[in-house]
């Protein structure tokens, strides 16, 4: 049949010939992208495979960059600590040659001089030793000796210690000698500290009530510690300036003097109001006001702490320890949130508790939580009856401090064991035990982390699952009150004068830490993988003179002095040593990790370009078949197209 109205032969050969077009069409565009994917529509699967390995790739090379940046600083590292121990070398060899009575006293003097020089070069290489603006050696690194496995002693006398956490410092201790709390016997302001009348301010009156809340829902949480070991009537000054303290928010020093009557300690808060302006407090959020609450939540809580447990909270007491415990209060402010959450898994929960010693502001405040739970007794999981735990476990340890006499790991070890039953026998037993999650932690850990859930602040002043803005709300930080810890809003230094008995250390160690703000910090964290929880964690080291001599002094000036500095000598070389050691295995590490992720790299790419890149030599194939198709429908078409003509011949 020949029709003459449909031409059904010329309609194939031509959806034939646009079918033959679009081939063309789309070999060309991948002939000439190089990719068999240019949209969704070529390969949506494919497309979805192949962008997730594209986004692997370049976090892996990224990664590889901050490995690589991590190696470096391990290679700065020891290269300073290089000229640092030849320095320390050179001290052992005068040392030893003050040590020979064949030296006269000027000759001793003259390498007391080059001694001196030596040490006073070590420490502008602790405090000028950089990388990317950031300190190598911050003076809130950890102690070499933690290296070495050794632990610092003490003499018996009530210490004071600078302490940094979070956003603000404070320095505050105050057990005497015996072991019982000490009594302020006069608290006086003495001096302003700026001539800006701040009193009456929104942000001076916000900061006492801040404080005063904080202390008194203390009080409240740890009803037996504050009942048996809380000294009365210290008084804090507090001053509103402006300093650009880079992104401290607020501090709280101490000055310190002792006589044969008294021993007094002056304190001061500070709140830099750069970063809180007395004139915008009225406009500021309710959020930051409650950050800020939180700050000096967190400082009040190692007022009390220092207070009432006194010479443990200095050095023999563990980092993750103090400022784990100032965090029980101000809550998990991100150190913990930001690394675990309710859908973390078994591995990513072991990660973080394995960081019980380089994180002491996250696992520290997580491992301080759980010794409240197992200290209570109880089986449910909440503020109140961590609260009750650790309320039982301070007031162990204060017992054990008056009964034992004297401030050393002892007292904690015999806290940890009483309080968890055995479980834990001591302070090195419970790190080890929590450090490689055991069971029982473990647990612990998944419960706390659920019952914080994805908002909640972790605070013991308020339910684990209460935000931060919640908990330090600023309409309900009125009102608190307690006899002590009081801080007046009259920009003053304040003296408390303590009674005979009660004696301040000659040498006042200083040891600052991070809060995720600053250079002083016990460690950093590089980021080498693709995954948020990818990352390696690398430790600092305070390398100052105090730190690497155990705050004594290298002294050459007599035969004695000199043979005890030879020992002080060769122990910081040691702990040089030991610190040199620890960089050069985790440049190693690095190393490996930087062959491994450019190894994953090259073979992802090849993966992907399975999947995305075009096949050069298939794609000529078709495209040279799809031309020829073309072709040939289109002469196709022009032979349907004359079928037609043939009726023509009919009507002639």
Same mark, same amino acid.
């Given at each position: 049949m020949l029709s003459v109205v449909s031409n059904l032969g010329a309609m194939n050969a031509q959806r034939q010939f646009n079918i033959n077009g679009r081939s063309v069409a789309k070999r060309s565009e991948k002939l000439s992208s190089g990719y068999k994917i240019n949209r969704a529509a070529d390969d949506a699967a494919g497309l979805t495979i192949s962008e997730k390995m594209r986004r692997q790739i370049r976090g892996l090379t990224q990664a590889s960059a901050n490995t690589q940046d991590g190696v470096s600083f391990c290679q700065i590292a020891d290269g300073a600590l290089d000229e640092v121990q030849d320095m320390f070398k050179r001290c052992q060899e005068l040392a030893t040659k003050?040590?020979?009575?064949?030296?006269? =006293?000027? =000759?001793?003097?003259?390498m007391q001089a080059e001694i001196k020089a030596l040490t006073d070069e070590l420490d502008r290489v602790h405090e000028s030793c950089i990388f990317n603006e950031l300190r190598v050696f911050p003076d809130g690194g950890l102690d070499p000796s933690t290296l070495q496995n050794s632990s610092i002693s003490s003499d018996g006398l009530s210490y004071s210690r600078k302490v940094v956490a979070g956003n603000s410092v404070i320095s505050l201790e105050f057990l005497g000698t015996d072991g019982s709390p000490a009594t302020v016997e006069q608290s006086q302001a003495s001096g302003a500290v700026n001539k800006t009348a701040v009193a009456d301010s929104d942000l001076a009156k916000f &900061?006492? +009530?801040?404080?005063? #809340?904080?202390? %008194?829902?203390?009080? %409240?949480?740890? $009803?037996?510690?504050?009942?048996?070991?809380?000294? +009365? #009537?210290? %008084?804090? /000054?507090?001053?509103?300036? $402006?300093? +650009? #303290? /880079?992104?401290?928010? &607020?501090?709280?020093?101490?000055?310190?003097?002792?006589?044969?009557?008294?021993?007094? &300690?002056?304190?001061?808060?500070?709140?830099d109001t750069k970063d809180y302006p007395i004139e915008d407090f009225d406009t500021m959020s309710e959020a930051k006001k409650a950050d800020l609450a939180a700050t000096i939540s967190h400082e009040m809580t190692h007022l009390v702490m220092y207070d009432t447990v006194t010479g443990g909270m200095f050095g023999t007491f563990p980092k993750w320890f103090v400022e784990g415990m100032a965090q029980t209060t101000s809550g998990d402010n991100g150190w913990m949130s930001h690394r675990v959450d309710p859908s973390s898994t078994d591995a990513q929960i072991k990660n973080f508790q394995s %960081? @019980?010693?380089? @994180? $002491?502001?996250?696992?520290g405040y997580a491992a301080c939580m759980y010794l409240g739970q197992l200290a209570s007794g109880e089986s449910t999981v909440s503020s109140e009856n961590i609260a009750k735990g650790l309320d039982r476990l301070l007031t162990q340890v204060a017992d054990n401090i008056v009964s034992n006499g004297s401030d050393n790991t002892k007292i904690l070890d015999d806290a940890i064991n009483t309080v968890t039953a055995g479980k834990y026998t001591s302070v090195n037993d419970f790190q080890k035990k929590f450090s490689e999650s055991d069971p029982e932690s473990l647990s612990f850990m998944k419960y706390f982390i659920n019952a914080r859930g994805t908002t909640g602040a972790g605070s013991i002043l308020g339910s684990l699952s209460q935000p931060e803005a919640d908990v330090f709300a600023p309409d309900s930080l009125g009102g608190g009150s307690y006899n002590s810890y009081k801080i007046n809003a009259d920009n003053q230094w304040y003296s408390n004068a303590f009674g005979t008995g009660f004696v301040f250390p000659k040498n006042l160690p200083s040891t600052n830490g991070g809060g995720g703000q600053g250079n002083d910090r016990e460690g950093f964290t590089l980021q080498v993988g693709a995954e948020h929880d990818h990352y390696i964690t690398v430790k600092q080291f305070n390398i100052s003179k105090e730190s690497l001599l155990n705050n004594m002094e290298l002294d050459v000036s007599t035969v004695e002095g000199a043979r005890a500095s030879i020992k002080l000598a060769q122990d910081a070389d040691a702990k040089i040593s030991a610190v040199r050691s620890y960089y050069g295995a985790v440049q190693n590490r690095l190393e490996h990790t930087i062959a491994n992720l450019d190894n994953v790299v090259e073979n992802t790419t090849a993966a992907e370009s399975r999947i995305r890149d075009t096949d050069m030599a298939l794609e000529m194939v078709g495209y040279s078949k799809d031309n020829i198709l073309m072709q040939a429908s289109q002469a196709m078409l022009s032979q349907a197209m004359q079928n037609p003509q043939s009726v023509l011949s009919l009507l002639q």
């Open positions: 003050a040590s020979n009575e064949t030296n006269t =006293d000027a =000759d001793r003097e003259a &900061a006492v +009530d801040a404080a005063a #809340n904080a202390v %008194q829902k203390l009080s %409240q949480a740890y $009803p037996n510690l504050f009942s048996k070991a809380s000294s +009365d #009537n210290i %008084q804090i /000054g507090l001053e509103l300036s $402006p300093k +650009d #303290n /880079g992104n401290t928010l &607020a501090t709280a020093s101490i000055s310190l003097s002792s006589g044969s009557a008294s021993s007094v &300690a002056s304190y001061k808060m500070w709140i %960081q @019980l010693t380089t @994180l $002491p502001y996250g696992t």
